[in-house]
């Protein structure tokens, strides 16, 4: 079973490594922090070596490295299983886990990135768009935020930090509706003792944007 040792988290807080900084408290293992600065020790060739990227967060396990929150997210929860973070494998609720804790990384992030830029894509060309249509998009999340307490079954996952946050990170800066489902679902989960440690080490709350 792996330890916590030697485990580093590669951070700004005022970046999508606010994800990792819950999922880290949520795990509850002592981890170190490093925190980086945009266009200076973030493209340093040092960190360069950790993300090619250039770009927070990441995390370094011993000898392993993971970017992408999701993928850090997942990662964690099957790291440090005591934490009870991910369901069975091969259960009903691993499936949902999976499905939504993806869904919200690819369909749901390009296609809020793309409306806050600007882009639109024609009705005849969403085919070749892994989305579809925003509206789209947004309704399924509805739907699967909108008669449960969390997304995996009865039990608070790696899912609903990852997808909890990134619905926090879209009310907070207006990049998505404040439909009633996604303002319950979030209130929900940003009262766990977790997300609050984690809004005071990086001084940073989804619900406020100010300091926690």
């Known amino acids: 079973m792996p330890s916590s040792d030697n485990l580093v988290f590669y951070t700004n807080p005022r970046s999508r490594g606010h994800i990792v900084r819950w999922m880290l408290e949520e795990v509850g ?23 090619p990227m250039g770009k927070v967060p990441a ?3 011993g000898g392993t490295v993971v970017t992408e929150c999701a993928a850090i997210c997942a990662y964690l929860a099957d790291a440090f299983p005591e934490a009870a973070l ?14 939504w804790l993806f869904f919200v990384a690819g369909p749901f992030e390009a ?34 935020v909108r008669d449960r307490s969390f997304l995996a079954g009865e039990r608070f996952s790696a899912a609903d930090v990852y997808v909890g946050a990134q619905i926090g990170f879209g ?3 207006g990049t998505i509706e404040k439909r009633p ?22 001084g940073f709350s ?7």
Do not use: W
């Open 111 to 144: 296609a809020v990135t793309n409306q806050s830029l600007g882009v639109t894509v024609p009705p005849e060309s969403e085919g070749f768009v892994g989305y579809g249509s925003f509206p789209r998009v947004l309704d399924t999340l509805e739907a699967a």
């Open 171 to 173: 009310l907070l800066f």
């Open 181 to 202: 489902a996604f303002v319950r679902y979030f209130e929900n989960l940003s009262s766990r003792p977790a997300c609050l440690r984690a809004g005071q080490l990086d």
């Open 59 to 61: 995390i370094r396990h």
């Open 29 to 51: 293992v002592p981890y170190a922090t490093e925190i980086l600065e945009y266009g200076t020790t973030m493209k340093a060739p040092a960190y360069l070596a950790i993300n």
């Open 86 to 99: 991910a369901p069975p494998p091969g259960s009903p609720a691993r499936g949902d886990y999976y499905r």
């Open 206 to 212: 989804l619900k406020t944007g100010t300091s926690a």
